[in-house]
């Protein structure tokens, strides 16, 4: 390396220049092997697959859309939750603006202590909505939901959750894959984060639902793994979701009844351009508690209700296996993975440690932007994300420590504890039930 590289050349960067490849390798292995591997070149190998089959897909799309209009099916929308009252109008006002009107509205109360029950009788009284339920005394969301489906009386089931907007053209779009493959038994929609002005704490996760969701589940539904549709925003045929008898009690209970649905037979898809809008969390303290019960349904659901996916039987589906076994591979068995590799760091490598924390800092923040650019090729919002860019750097500390040890702990707490069944998300009385009869 020349002097005047040298002088400008951080000393950390001349560092790994001069041991060499090897040793870069060897420090850095779990980042070549695993992050590399997954987040990079699947991500842009699917990408460019996706891209060199999009004139395919377009005219799939528009012949699909055709037979959606021509049908133009009856289908319900569900909107279960507890205290949600002020963000029903806005929710009422968001949904009289779609392209497609064909739908009953349904609200459930599920034994809300605000103004919920007022709001909601006097949005049926004046039409805005089509049926208000309520659940007196608490039940949870899976009961919520599950009594919305009981009175439900569309083809299709459109569940969102009160807090959310979409663009105009989202319950249109969320529906036509319905229509490109009988086999299908549920759609997810695209969910991004429309606070993101209002912290660091949103602004990261705004980042990270373009990487995980945008992005990454186009990649799961184009490799027939996609395995959670969020609750914000996902549609079911009304005939597959009565079969198998709705929600189960969560918390985790999104992608418990996609595994169900897929378990019998249907396949699940997401849809790019059926999109939501979601406030999430704008503080680190309400994120922790919300991820460690997100985390915990992995082991509660992925390991353990749902086990039998991994075991050889009449119904076994190797395209379940590999979404839950990916799942749980790159989630849990990573994270102890990780936990190893930082002891090897500590152990066998401390006295570099000032050389490879900054250029690990450096890889991340080099992939990280690798990521970015592949959401800027999917997004339909491009200039609005472009704000977000700055903040990519802190992913590297947010997903990659911050996140890592919270799901560590959730990991620890469920798998020795079963601490999902306490968590106050879910009433006593459902969570006892739950674990009685093992959901």
Same mark, same amino acid.
């Given at each position: 390396?020349?002097?005047?590289?040298?002088?400008?050349?951080?000393?950390?960067?001349?560092?790994?220049?001069?041991?060499?490849?090897?040793?870069?390798?060897?420090?850095?292995?779990?980042?070549?092997?695993?992050?590399?591997?997954?987040?990079?070149?699947?991500?842009?190998?699917?990408?460019?697959?996706?891209?060199?089959?999009?004139?395919?897909?377009?005219?799939?799309?528009?012949?699909?859309?055709?037979?959606?209009?021509?049908?133009?099916?009856?289908?319900?929308?569900?909107?279960?939750?507890?205290?949600?009252?002020?963000?029903?109008?806005?929710?009422?006002?968001?949904?009289?603006?779609?392209?497609?009107?064909?739908?009953?509205?349904?609200?459930?109360?599920?034994?809300?202590?605000?103004?919920?029950?007022?709001?909601?009788?006097?949005?049926?009284?004046?039409?805005?909505?089509?049926?208000?339920?309520?659940?007196?005394?608490?039940?949870?969301?899976?009961?919520?939901?599950?009594?919305?489906?009981?009175?439900?009386?569309?083809?299709?089931?459109?569940?969102?959750?009160?807090?959310?907007?979409?663009?105009?053209?989202?319950?249109?779009?969320?529906?036509?894959?319905?229509?490109?493959?009988?086999?299908?038994?549920?759609?997810?929609?695209?969910?991004?984060?429309?606070?993101?002005?209002?912290?660091?704490?949103?602004?990261?996760?705004?980042?990270?639902?373009?990487?995980?969701? &945008?992005?990454?589940? %186009? +990649?799961?539904?184009?490799?027939? /793994? *996609?395995? !959670?549709?969020?609750?914000?925003?996902?549609?079911?045929?009304?005939?597959?979701?009565?079969?198998?008898?709705?929600?189960?009690?969560?918390?985790?209970?999104?992608?418990?009844?996609?595994?169900?649905?897929?378990?019998?037979?249907?396949?699940?898809?997401?849809?790019?351009?059926?999109?939501?809008?979601?406030?999430?969390?704008?503080?680190?303290?309400?994120?922790?508690?919300?991820?460690?019960?997100?985390?915990?349904?992995?082991?509660?659901?992925?390991?353990?209700?749902?086990?039998?996916?991994?075991?050889?039987?009449?119904?076994?589906?190797?395209?379940?296996?590999?979404?839950?076994?990916?799942?749980?591979?790159?989630?849990?068995?990573?994270?102890?993975?990780?936990?190893?590799?930082?002891?090897?760091?500590?152990?066998?490598?401390?006295? &570099?440690?000032?050389? %490879? +924390?900054?250029?690990?800092?450096? /890889? *991340?923040? !080099?992939?990280?932007?690798?990521?970015?650019?592949?959401?800027?090729?999917?997004?339909?919002?491009?200039?609005?994300?472009?704000?977000?860019?700055?903040?990519?750097?802190?992913?590297?500390?947010?997903?990659?420590?911050?996140?890592?040890?919270?799901?560590?702990?959730?990991?620890?707490?469920?798998?020795?504890?079963?601490?999902?069944?306490?968590?106050?998300?879910?009433?006593?009385?459902?969570?006892?039930?739950?674990?009685?009869?093992?959901?």
């Amino acid at each position: 390396m020349s002097p005047e590289l040298e002088y400008i050349i951080p000393e950390y960067l001349r560092y790994w220049y001069s041991v060499g490849p090897d040793k870069f390798i060897r420090v850095f292995w779990y980042f070549i092997l695993f992050e590399l591997t997954r987040y990079i070149m699947a991500d842009f190998v699917i990408a460019g697959w996706y891209h060199l089959f999009k004139n395919d897909r377009k005219e799939k799309w528009e012949k699909a859309r055709a037979a959606f209009w021509n049908e133009n099916p009856f289908v319900s929308v569900i909107i279960p939750g507890k205290n949600e009252g002020k963000h029903l109008f806005k929710l009422t006002k968001s949904l009289a603006e779609q392209t497609f009107q064909n739908f009953e509205l349904i609200i459930v109360d599920d034994g809300s202590d605000d103004e919920t029950p007022i709001i909601g009788r006097n949005l049926q009284k004046r039409g805005l909505i089509d049926l208000f339920l309520r659940n007196d005394m608490r039940g949870g969301k899976a009961s919520a939901a599950n009594l919305a489906l009981r009175f439900s009386q569309g083809k299709y089931i459109v569940h969102l959750d009160a807090d959310c907007s979409f663009d105009r053209e989202a319950i249109e779009n969320i529906l036509i894959p319905f229509f490109m493959d009988e086999k299908i038994g549920a759609v997810g929609g695209n969910v991004k984060v429309r606070n993101a002005d209002e912290s660091l704490c949103a602004r990261l996760q705004a980042i990270e639902y373009l990487k995980t969701i &945008s992005v990454g589940r %186009i +990649i799961s539904s184009q490799l027939g /793994i *996609y395995k !959670i549709i969020s609750g914000a925003f996902g549609a079911f045929r009304a005939d597959v979701t009565d079969s198998i008898k709705g929600w189960d009690i969560g918390p985790g209970l999104d992608g418990d009844i996609t595994v169900k649905i897929r378990k019998s037979g249907f396949k699940t898809v997401f849809e790019p351009s059926a999109v939501c809008l979601t406030n999430a969390p704008s503080k680190f303290k309400v994120l922790t508690k919300q991820r460690l019960r997100w985390d915990k349904s992995i082991i509660r659901f992925r390991v353990r209700k749902h086990k039998d996916v991994y075991l050889p039987s009449e119904n076994f589906r190797w395209s379940n296996f590999f979404a839950l076994f990916e799942n749980v591979f790159y989630n849990v068995i990573l994270d102890i993975t990780w936990w190893l590799y930082i002891v090897d760091l500590v152990f066998n490598f401390a006295g &570099s440690l000032k050389y %490879i +924390i900054p250029m690990n800092i450096t /890889i *991340y923040t !080099i992939v990280g932007f690798m990521q970015m650019t592949s959401t800027y090729i999917y997004s339909e919002r491009r200039k609005e994300e472009l704000k977000l860019w700055p903040y990519v750097p802190m992913m590297s500390i947010y997903t990659g420590t911050y996140l890592r040890l919270v799901r560590s702990v959730a990991y620890i707490h469920e798998l020795i504890w079963k601490k999902s069944y306490d968590d106050p998300w879910n009433p006593v009385k459902s969570s006892s039930q739950a674990k009685a009869n093992g959901f």
